[in-house]
């Protein structure tokens, strides 16, 4: 299956315009969470310019983020931030039709190197080492300068699937 990425880099008019921004994204999460095709966003701080800020989101489809940008919720969000609190807005779209996972076990030191299946992320990432069992550490959804938001396709977040 292909997953439809979405990059955008922002910078703010202002650091004040930052901080409404941020109460406006606060929810964005809830929302997206409940929008069919919804897979992956991360929103962080650019490391090498803190006026830089990046954002991620993955889709199983085109048609999922289309129609995440014609959500009213989302229709707002940029209405509001094309009054004066967006300076720049570069946005970038990307079909991937191939993911692989590179992953050392601290333990045991297997070394594996294969294809996934990115719309199971979460639980793919969550998978214990076949040869010793140790479990690697994921990252929970976060709040504060960066911000992850997760969710497999077929599941619910936070939940593991089956393989």
């Not at 990115?118 to 300068?145: M, V």
């Amino acid at each position: 299956m292909s997953i439809y990425l979405s990059m955008q880099r922002v910078r703010f008019s202002s650091s004040a315009g930052y901080e409404q921004f941020k109460m406006v994204f606060g929810d964005v999460q809830n929302h997206l969470k409940k929008h069919p095709g919804f897979l992956h966003l991360t929103w962080w701080v650019h490391p090498d310019d803190p006026t830089w800020f990046n954002e991620i989101s993955m889709w199983t489809s085109k048609e999922a983020i289309k129609s995440w940008h014609m959500d009213t919720y989302h229709k707002h969000a940029k209405e509001w931030a094309a009054r004066g609190a967006i300076m720049e807005d570069i946005i970038t779209n990307f079909e991937s039709t191939s993911t692989r996972l590179l992953r050392v076990c601290p333990c045991c030191g297997l070394v594996a190197d294969r294809a996934f299946d990115l719309a199971r992320e979460q639980a793919e990432l969550a998978a214990p080492c076949p040869k010793c069992g140790f479990n690697f550490p994921t990252l929970p959804e976060t709040k504060g300068s960066s911000n992850a938001v997760y969710q497999d396709a077929r599941g619910v977040p936070g939940e593991s699937l089956p393989p």
